[in-house]
């Protein structure tokens, strides 16, 4: 439903940190429920973090809880991960996701790929030891 392109992605050492950045080109994402997945070959999509359309509502995955903050600019033009202390457990492809709430209440979080309308390319993060 909206393009999204992803950047911020590297190879760093365990314990650096990476900000992801999200945006759809010329478009706010002020309708939208905004999440970050991560993949590694051969398991499935999991919900790294979700931010709710409007009231700051936020989840944060056990694994990265304390590491990984979710954030969105305050036009709503641009969904950001902040990523601290980085493992190589952290390694994936790391992508975003928005989903239409327009007409629904806005602030709720959505965890699973499924709920999502909007994907992006994606970007690679990998972490040495």
């Known amino acids: 439903q909206v393009q999204l392109v992803e950047s911020g992605g590297g190879l760093v050492q365990a314990g650096d940190s990476l900000r992801l950045s999200c945006a759809a080109p010329?478009?706010?994402?002020?309708?939208?429920?905004m999440g970050w997945f991560r993949q590694v070959p051969g398991k499935e999509r999991e919900c790294v973090a979700a931010?709710?359309?409007?009231?700051?509502?936020?989840y944060v995955a056990n694994s990265v809880k304390g590491r990984f903050t979710i954030s969105r600019d305050n036009a709503m033009n641009t969904l950001y991960l902040q990523m601290n202390s980085l493992e190589p457990e952290d390694t994936a492809v790391y992508y975003c996701?928005?989903?239409?709430?327009?007409?629904?209440?806005?602030?709720?979080?959505?965890?699973?790929?499924?709920?999502?309308?909007?994907w992006g390319q994606g970007t690679q993060v990998t972490v040495s030891s």
């Open positions: 996701a928005a989903k239409d709430t327009t007409y629904k209440h806005g602030i709720h979080y959505y965890t699973r790929p499924d709920e999502y309308d909007s």
């Open positions: 010329g478009r706010t994402l002020s309708n939208y429920a």
């Open positions: 931010h709710s359309r409007v009231g700051g509502n936020t």
